[in-house]
């Protein structure tokens, strides 16, 4: 009864008709407006006629029909997706697929979306549910999602709930130095291999689909080579004392179990292009791991998902924003932590963190590609965390805000923040390079 009331009074809040996506695709048929990733029907003729060396008249129309006008938040192309036939009575879901006009609270996985607290990529995906009944509150219910088959690698949309939420069901342990044994399932560590065969693990990194790793370009390009080359992603990690399941305490002194760290290869190191290690001010400090075989959805490896704004912007520093940083760094008296460790950061705007960076160090400039948080004392990423997520909770969903980049030594410093990549300002560059 408290859910259907919650769901309720939310869907007094937020139920209204979106503005419409759809469009005329190149046969006429009725379509809707997507990045090209997200077409499987249309991406295989579209890149084959873009190959094409000499085009006909009907290849050059065909192409410009399939172009939408309007680009998304993040400046990328779209395309009119062909939408699936309509049975009589059916409807099509925000995402384009075919569904069922009916009531929300016949639609588990969309009330499951309503609750709290409710993101606001959530909110607008229950705005554009809406559909024309005779029924209160009335939406398209397609299928639910398959998280098993959106382990792929693209990116998992964050209204399906097939990123950004783990399997915790207690309590938070904020600001306590050990995470919980299944929280951040998307935080991996980085094997490097030395010429002389020894292993070592000197950056962490986050799990952003199926098939591809977030981290720090630093932690693939320059100095760190001379220790060794990344070669293994650690999966579903907790102690890395154990190489078996690793158990710990939860809620009313309950033991949970992992079900053991995973090794997946690296295919394929991808630095940013515009990353030089011998830049000062350290821009682009960002790259992508793509793995020889696709990563595992379970209760302890998950994808998070990408930022849905630029979190950076917010001006409030009296109520800053809290960001979360997690990773196997360094603890006190020791370079490298065995357990998954995490602390709480409050967002430094770029003009604070420039102020406290141009009393530090000469010509060093916060670029907008960069955010900065922290200042607080004793609380901080340190070395090995470089590479590391730093995480948002915009309701039930996590976001990875930053990559851990750099920041003063000793950590933890008072009133100094550390700076991180900023990825809301280099999606363009992820979503363009991840390829099937």
Known sequence: ???????????????????????????????????????????????????????????????????????????????????????KGGCYTPDGEVGSCISIYLCSHLVNLLKPPISNTH???????????????????GPPPNCTA?????????????????SRVGNKLVGAKEA????????????YVHKTGDRYLLCGGVLISGKYVLTAAHCVRGPVLETGV????????????????????????????????????????????KYFPTNYQKTNDIALLRLKRTAPFTYFIRPICLPSSDWSR???????????AAGWGAIENSPFSNIKLHVDLPIVSHETCQEIYDQIESNKTIHRSQLCAGGVSGKDACRGDSGGPLMYEDGRVTEVVGIVSYGIQPCGKQEIPG??????????????????
Request: hydrophobic fraction near 35%; aromatic fraction near 8%.
């Open 230 to 273: 990344p070669t293994t992603v650690r999966l579903g990690e907790y102690d890395t004392s154990n190489d078996g399941p690793d158990c710990a305490i939860v809620e009313a002194e309950a033991e949970d179990c992992n079900e053991g760290v995973i090794r997946i290869d690296i295919e394929k190191v991808i630095p940013h292009p």
């Open 314 to 324: 917010y001006k409030n520093e009296s109520d800053p924003l809290i960001m979360y």
């Open 180 to 191: 919980a044994i299944d929280q951040y399932p998307w935080a991996v560590i980085i094997e």
């Open 150 to 166: 959106l382990m792929n690698a693209f990116p998992p949309d964050s209204r399906t709930d097939c990123c950004g939420v783990d």
């Open 123 to 141: 909110k607008e995906y229950i705005k554009n549910s809406a559909c024309d009944s005779n029924i209160q509150y009335s939406v398209c219910c």
């Open 419 to 436: 700076v991180y990549s900023n990825v809301y300002e280099h999606l363009g560059w992820i979503k363009d390079t991840i390829v099937p």
């Open 1 to 87: 009864m408290k859910l259907l009331f919650v769901v309720a009074f939310a869907l007094c809040l937020l139920f209204d008709i979106a503005a419409s996506t759809d469009c005329l695709a190149p046969d006429s048929e009725p379509g809707e407006c997507k990045t090209v990733d997200k077409c499987p029907s249309l991406a295989g003729k579209l890149t084959t006629l873009a190959a094409k060396k000499f085009k006909t008249s009907e290849d050059v129309e065909f192409l410009k029909k399939s172009l939408c006008p309007e680009l998304t938040s993040d400046g990328r192309r779209q395309v009119c997706c062909p939408k699936p036939p309509l049975p």
